[in-house]
């Protein structure tokens, strides 16, 4: 139910700064199961919620909290059976190392 509730906010069609602060929290929360969310909404979203996940995604990596080993994670999900997972997890992976490099 929580992972779904998330979900929503991820992709809340009401209000993007929703989004962003949902998808800034789930990386500074940094769990397999906590990015493996925003995978999925990745695949999910439009461009502007899309947009919006990336610049939460950013926010989470920037500064003295940041945690750059997202990558990893983003790794173990680049072998997740679900496709929507990995094709998100790419997306994710692509922004962090962005910002990381």
């Known amino acids: 139910m929580a ?6 906010l991820l992709l809340d069609v009401a209000d993007t700064a929703v989004t962003r602060r949902t998808a ?9 199961a906590a990015v493996r969310l925003i995978a999925l909404a ?5 461009d ?7 610049t ?6 920037v500064g003295p909290d940041a ?13 997740d059976p679900d496709a929507d997972v990995r094709r998100g ?3 994710v992976l692509g922004w962090a190392t962005e910002v990381l490099e």
Request: glycine residues 10%.
């Open 3 to 8: 992972a779904e509730a998330l979900a929503g």
């Open 24 to 32: 800034e929290a789930l990386v500074r929360v940094g769990t397999t």
């Open 42 to 46: 990745v695949a999910e979203a439009d």
């Open 48 to 54: 502007d919620h899309g947009d919006w996940m990336q």
């Open 56 to 61: 939460g995604v950013r926010d989470a990596l």
């Open 67 to 79: 945690l750059p080993d997202i990558a990893a994670v983003c790794g173990r999900l680049a072998q």
């Open 89 to 91: 997890a790419a997306e």
